[in-house]
T-cell receptor, first 110, second 118 residues
Framework: QKEVEQNSGPLSVPEGAIASLNCTYS??????FFWYRQYSGKSPELIMS????GDKEDGRFTAQLNKASQYVSLLIRDSQPSDSATYLC??????????FGPGTSLSVIP | DAGITQSPRHKVTETGTPVTLRCHQT?????MYWYRQDPGHGLRLIHY???????DKGEVSDGYSVSRSKTEDFLLTLESATSSQTSVYFC?????????????????FGAGSRLTVL
């Protein structure tokens, strides 16, 4: 069974620090990877997608992909209290399906 | 949750009763999905649809059925609700599938439907 694993946390970082979120996946055939953010009581929203090995930057967010190690990470620079949320790693499981990890809860302390 | 509406948003029901959750989209996306979210499990795929009357099972499909008679509507039915189906249910839509194609499999979620089965 295809799996996506994340540390459940909670991960606590001080305001202004770098938050590092990690994800591993089991299916070597996966080619699309996503990070979703979910505030408490709300629905998930896409913050990053990555399809090629290496880094992809978008503002304060950087996604890193290493297919050989089956590893995806999300770095949040200059963390803000508004970044406090659960971050869901998602991996393409087939041509038209996406599976999710359990999520990592991030708390940014002012 | 632009373009995607779930109803009802909250429902309390009793074990053994049928329940139908509705997802309505105005984006004309071909793909629609039903996920459930439980503590410690993240989002798990129940069923999905790749077109009108075209559906397939996900990871946790037992006890659930779906129907899609129009592009814009995707219904999730619990024929006889059990306490283990107490959960938050999210509908999601996607414009296109693909393997490693930019923009493929990007999901937009509805606001969720919280179901409690007593």
């Amino acid at each position: 069974q295809k799996e996506v694993e994340q540390n459940s946390g909670p991960l606590s970082v001080p305001e202004g620090a770098i938050a590092s979120l990690n994800c591993t996946y089991s299916d070597r055939g996966s080619q699309s990877f996503f990070w979703y953010r979910q505030y408490s009581g709300k629905s998930p929203e896409l913050i990053m997608s990555i399809y090629s090995n290496g880094d992809k930057e978008d503002g304060r967010f950087t996604a890193q992909l290493n297919k050989a190690s089956q590893y995806v990470s999300l770095l949040i620079r200059d963390s803000q209290p508004s970044d406090s949320a659960t971050y869901l790693c998602a991996v393409q499981a087939s041509y038209d399906k996406v599976i999710f990890g359990p999520g990592t809860s991030l708390s940014v302390i002012p | 949750d632009a373009g995607i509406t779930q109803s009802p948003r909250h429902k309390v029901t009793e074990t053994g009763t049928p329940v139908t959750l509705r997802c309505h989209q105005t984006e004309n996306h071909r793909y629609m999905y039903w996920y459930r979210q439980d503590p410690g499990h993240g989002l798990r795929l129940i069923h999905y649809s790749y077109g009108v009357k075209d559906t397939d099972k996900g990871e946790v499909s037992d006890g659930y059925s779906v129907s899609r008679s129009k592009t814009e509507d995707f219904l999730l039915t619990l024929e006889s609700a059990t306490s283990s189906q107490t959960s938050v249910y999210f509908c999601a839509i996607s414009p296109k599938p693909g393997q490693g194609v930019s923009g493929a499999n990007v999901l937009t979620f509805g606001a969720g439907s919280r179901l409690t089965v007593l």
